[in-house]
């Protein structure tokens, strides 16, 4: 199952009881994206960046995994995903009806060890060309995305994880637009996309989402959520 529909149970930031004319926001997925061995590779490679960006921040080994860290800029790092993305992206870019010019990849890397259902509220934001912050914490933007700007471009997330999977959860919660009295807003109906190792999901990047809540009982790197998050944008001329 990839895939759950529904009503939020509580109105996301920006929704009003107002009568809104919803429209769908459009998405499209594909699975088994580098295929096992090298999914696997991606996964060892990604939590040793991860690693070394932390002890180069300073974060106490005894302190164990953030719960949360996202390293910004790993494009250049990681050109397997990069090639897979730009092989796949006139694809994405038909179903989704958003061309985009000579078209730019740039993502980074997320980690999830824990993610708290209150911090679902937050909805910042993501400013930077790859899609994600940089640093730790779970404070405003932690697993979320705004539909506040970038028309005209596209937003990715590529899953991976061990398996089993060692965490719960983790789901990307991408919601409908809604028009109220004239102005763009949220909806309350979604699309919960399950974060399925080697799944790459496409959609607007001026669509509102969210990732849902993440437990790793272990609290092991390796039981974490990972995604590479990015971008689809016109190349600077």
């Known amino acids: 199952m990839t895939e759950n529909v529904g009503v939020a149970e509580a109105a996301p930031p920006g929704a009003t009881a107002t009568t809104a004319v919803v429209v769908a926001t459009p998405w499209c997925r594909f699975d088994d994206v580098l295929g096992?061995?090298?999914a696997d590779r991606l996964l060892e490679e990604g939590c040793h960046a991860l690693m070394t960006e932390v002890r180069d921040r300073g974060a106490e080994a005894e302190a164990g995994i953030p719960p949360v860290w996202r390293c910004a800029d790993q494009t250049a790092r990681f050109?397997?995903?990069a090639a897979a993305v730009t092989r796949?992206?006139?694809?994405?870019m038909?179903?989704?009806g958003i061309p985009v010019p000579d078209a730019r990849v740039s993502f980074g890397l997320t980690m999830h060890n824990e993610l708290a259902?209150?911090?679902?509220?937050q909805q910042a934001p993501v400013r930077d060309s790859s899609g994600a912050g940089t640093g730790t914490g779970t404070g405003a933007g932690t697993g979320s995305g705004s539909g506040s700007g970038d028309p005209?471009?596209?937003t990715f997330l590529y899953h991976l994880h061990r398996r089993p999977r060692g965490f719960t959860g983790g789901q990307t919660r991408i919601f409908d637009s809604a028009?109220?009295?004239?102005l763009p807003g949220i909806a309350e109906s979604f699309r919960d996309v399950q974060?399925?190792?080697?799944?790459l999901v496409f959609f607007p990047s001026d669509a509102w989402y969210r990732v849902r809540p993440v437990t790793s009982p272990s609290a092991k790197l390796l039981d974490s959520r990972f995604a590479f998050h990015g971008r689809l944008g016109a190349a600077a001329r």
């Open 94 to 96: 038909t179903l989704l």
């Open 195 to 199: 974060p399925d190792h080697d799944s």
């Open 152 to 154: 005209g471009r596209i």
């Open 179 to 182: 028009v109220r009295e004239g």
């Open 117 to 121: 259902g209150h911090e679902q509220a």
């Open 36 to 38: 096992a061995a090298a």
């Open 88 to 92: 796949l992206a006139p694809l994405a």
């Open 79 to 81: 050109p397997s995903l």
